[in-house]
């Protein structure tokens, strides 16, 4: 990333380029790092997890109302608790929101009186969403292995339970105890299962309220010696109710001097500290921080408000994009632990905008890592990813068209969704590095106007310069069809070209500004990228004795694109197909396309205009090579009425 070429001059009031624009950009990095507090922030983290990590919709909703109280404090006036109905068949987009959940206690205990789950002690203990038993409890055998007889049992797994929610219904059992963990060395924390719904993850109207409950892998190992040597059975007690009720959430908001908007988002409700009391901490950091400076005059005061949402994943999400008036302009999304310095997987990756919102955001954001990052002593590097679902960072797709970026990194020991995930594992100095980068994100855009266009288009030129000389790079060696390597190289670069080129475009959101001069940059990568993989081409087959000239060679046509290229997608709804108000046995083998990389990039392509075979071409030169039936796939879809074929 370094020699890259970025400003940002927002300060006492200025909001001109001019020479050294790096200088420019670290000046506000630097008045923000100066400002920024984080023992305040970890206190506030603090504060969100000791709700959280209770995780039932009660304690969300202290949560809401906290982070307003606290949002207040910090002078920013404009903070509210809203919420979203908990009533299991509302949706927004295709997502069903859940019911609601409350949980008092719960203790499952062995027939020796062994314990092995108390939810009063150690909440990650029960599955959010568990069904309650019959008062005093119900006694129960436990049974290990999918050849057993589960009906009336308590079934020990070795996988999250959550994928065998269907399964657990179908063959009647009692519920399940958790065995699984996504890191076993942690062996006396338990893995938290937040996902029991019978076809998606919240539980909704008409799922069944089996219980659940989740062990250690030391009581796994405990547990399963315990069967080999013949019967068990424990007595499970659940004291909890699922009914009709709110999902609340709150939005805070420094205001600019237009009805524009910027946005921060990160989700409570969960309960670890790294995820995701850590995210809405710098959330109300970066807000607070900045409203301070405005307030003392050492930040003009942006063109657009920058707002924080701190909501329910994806549900909260849904709900506020379906009920708000006005979209944001840009977002980014804070779900990310605060790792520990020392500890190897902790520094930052930065998850970008799918292709089809290609944004000057992806390099806005890669520039104010850098400004920060790399000049820590010692310098902190970072990584860049491409579009990955599983949070809040798909708001880009053209239905919702807020281009969003997303930082993440790991916790050093993993611990997602662990009991193990506990504040004194988070790191000051990370929680710090997040607040500044994503204040300083958050007030470069609030404040662009017309004289910021070009530098913010030269910027995203400068990215696809180097995307494109990248995809001018083939191991010609290793090429088994010179021809086909060819072919490919040529349509990756012509693809990466128009999406720099769409990119570019994506300033002009902002503001009026000439963005001639960086869309020619992006062209002239383009064009040279060409020659020079045709070039390369040429020399290798030369030195490999194949030849003076390869020529591209166009792949054979797959019969499924001729029937794709008779179809064209329409879609009727913003976000990904959760599926989850269909049962599953009614899935026919399909994925939900929820979390699939695949399944959301694809049908974020689809606009109703594009063929389905133009659709699945770009889906895989974003994504890769794949042998999905996309035709199969979206004629499932528009069976059961979620897209529409266009006439």
């Known amino acids: 990333m370094r020699g890259s070429s970025f400003a940002v001059a927002f300060l006492y009031g200025t909001a001109v380029f001019g020479a050294e624009p790096d200088a420019r950009l670290v000046r506000v990095v630097d008045t923000l ?6 023992e305040d922030d970890m206190r506030v983290m603090r504060e969100v ?11 969300v909703q202290e949560t809401a109302a906290y982070l307003v109280a606290e949002m207040k404090r910090r002078g920013v006036a404009d903070a509210r608790v809203l919420a979203a109905p908990a009533d299991g068949k509302t949706q927004y987009g295709y997502w069903t929101m859940p019911l609601a959940w409350d949980a008092q206690r719960a203790r499952l205990t062995l027939s020796d009186g062994t314990v092995l789950a108390d939810y009063e002690q150690v909440p990650a203990s029960l599955g959010m969403w568990s069904g309650p038993t019959p008062a005093g409890g119900v006694e129960a055998e436990v049974v290990y292995g999918k050849e057993a007889d589960w009906r009336g049992k308590l079934v020990l797994t070795d996988a999250n339970p959550a994928g065998l929610k269907a399964e657990l219904v179908r063959r009647g059992a009692l519920g399940a105890i958790n065995g699984f963990s996504e890191n076993r060395a942690l062996r006396n924390d338990r893995q938290w299962v937040n996902a029991w719904g019978d076809k998606g993850w919240g539980l909704v109207k008409g799922d069944t309220p089996l219980v659940c409950f989740s062990i250690t892998p030391a009581q796994v190992e405990d547990l399963k010696a315990r069967l080999a040597k013949g019967p068990v059975r424990a007595r499970a007690m659940v004291e909890a109710r699922l009914y009709e009720g709110e999902y609340a959430y709150m939005t805070a908001l420094v205001p600019g001097s237009t009805s524009e908007e910027v946005l921060t988002l990160g989700h409570i409700a969960e309960q670890g500290a790294h995820d995701n009391a850590t995210g809405v901490a710098v959330m109300a950091g970066a807000l607070g921080t900045l409203q301070k400076l405005i307030a003392e005059g050492r930040l003009a005061k942006p063109r657009r408000g920058i707002r924080m949402l701190a909501m329910g994943e994806l549900y909260g999400t849904m709900h506020w994009l379906a009920t708000t008036p006005r979209k944001p302009v ?10 520990p310095y020392e500890m190897p997987g902790t520094t930052y990756d930065f998850y970008l905008n799918p292709h089809v919102a290609a944004s000057y955001t992806d390099a806005l954001v890669l520039a104010v890592a850098e400004a920060h990052l790399s000049r820590l002593t010692p310098a ?12 809040d960072s798909f708001l880009g797709e053209p239905l919702i068209g807020i281009p969003t970026v997303w930082p993440y990194s790991g916790t050093g020991v993993h611990s997602h969704h662990n009991s193990a995930d506990r504040p004194e594992t988070v790191d000051a100095r990370s929680l710090r590095d997040l607040t500044v980068i994503t204040a300083a994100y958050l007030f470069a855009i609030a404040s662009a106007g017309e004289a910021e266009v070009p530098w913010l288009a030269g910027l995203t030129a400068a990215r696809y310069e180097g995307l494109l000389a990248q995809a001018a790079t083939v191991d010609w060696v290793k090429a088994a069809d010179m021809g086909r390597a060819l072919h490919d190289a040529q349509e990756q670069i012509r693809y990466r070209e128009e999406r720099g080129l769409a990119a570019v475009d994506s300033v002009g959101k902002l503001g009026s500004g000439d963005l001639g001069a960086s869309k020619e940059r992006v062209q002239k990568a383009a064009a040279a990228a060409l020659a020079a993989v045709q070039a390369n081409a040429n020399l290798a087959s030369r030195m490999m004795g194949r030849g003076d000239v390869v020529t591209a060679v166009v792949p054979a046509v797959d019969p499924k694109m001729a029937e794709a290229s008779r179809i064209v997608v329409r879609r009727k709804r913003m ?6 108000d269909l049962p599953q046995s009614q899935w026919e083998g399909w994925p939900s396309g929820a979390w699939g990389m695949r399944e959301q990039v694809a049908l974020f392509w689809c606009d109703g205009k594009r063929t389905l075979a133009e659709v699945i071409r770009l889906t895989k030169l974003e994504a890769g090579a794949t042998n999905f039936d996309f035709v199969g796939y979206f004629r499932f879809l ?3 009425g979620y897209v529409e074929f266009a006439k």
Do not use: C, Q, Y
């Open 33 to 38: 790092r100066a400002a920024v507090n984080p």
């Open 330 to 339: 840009a977002a980014i999304t804070l779900d990310t632990p605060a790792g």
């Open 638 to 640: 528009e069976k059961h």
């Open 380 to 391: 902190r590097g970072f990584g860049v990813k491409a579009f990955t679902p599983g949070t």
């Open 49 to 59: 997890w000791a709700r959280d990590r209770w995780f039932t919709f009660p304690k």
């Open 575 to 580: 976000g990904s197909m959760t599926l989850d």
